[in-house]
Nanobody, 122 residues
Framework: QVQLVESGGGSVQPGGSLRLSCAASGYDSNAYAMAWFRQAPGHEREGVASISKYGIRTVDASLKGRATISKDNANHTLFLQMDNLKVEDTAMYYC????????????????WGRGTQVTVSS
């Protein structure tokens, strides 16, 4: 059974940082691309960053310089480092896996976690 379990969300002040984790199991996550998406209330799900099985990274242009995606292949764990967080970064953050290549289209990923909430407020 495929499972993606996110952790690391929480409440932070503007300018703060968070490191999200996603533990993958039930399939060979190293053979596929993985990604982070987020969805705020009343908004569509949007891509944050993705990483291919070769380690090629893609970050949404609006988040370059603030979002860093990485992966620990030995432990099948995906990470997202978010720095200089802003109020508009408040959203549920989702981990996705099983993609053919690194890209930020939600429908290209068959596997999803349940999300971890990130709230940025003063």
């Amino acid at each position: 059974q495929v499972q993606l379990v996110e952790s690391g969300g929480g409440s932070v002040q503007p300018g703060g940082s968070l490191r999200l984790s996603c533990a993958a199991s039930g399939y060979d996550s190293n053979a596929y691309a993985m990604a982070w998406f987020r969805q705020a209330p009343g908004h569509e799900r949007e891509g944050v960053a993705s990483i291919s099985k070769y380690g090629i990274r893609t970050v949404d242009a609006s988040l370059k310089g603030r979002a860093t995606i990485s992966k620990d292949n030995a432990n099948h764990t995906l990470f997202l480092q978010m720095d200089n967080l802003k109020v508009e970064d408040t959203a549920m953050y989702y981990c996705a896996g099983g993609g053919d290549y690194a890209q930020l289209t939600p429908r290209r990923y068959p596997y999803w976690g349940r999300g971890t909430q990130v709230t940025v407020s003063s």
